[in-house]
């Protein structure tokens, strides 16, 4: 299975809004929950983090927002 960046991004983005929350992380983005599972997986193998850390979701959420800041800047 070949997941992309957009995806893992759409993902840690839902799953950050619902704090958290992966049931409802799954059901926001319209995905199944074994399938939100493995993705953020993925993510923690490739930050090398725990995303059950309240701190590191904050820190990925400020990140995020961030990011998107500087998207909307740059158009």
Known sequence: MDI??????YAL???????????AAAQAAD????????RLHIIERLL????ESGQRRTELHVALTALDVL?????
Do not use: I, P
């Open 4 to 9: 992309g960046l957009r995806q893992l991004l």
């Open 13 to 23: 983005r839902h799953y950050l809004d619902a704090a958290g929350n992966k049931t």
């Open 31 to 38: 995905l199944s929950r074994q399938t939100l599972y493995q």
């Open 48 to 51: 090398g983090s725990d995303l």
């Open 71 to 75: 998207r909307l800047g740059s158009r």
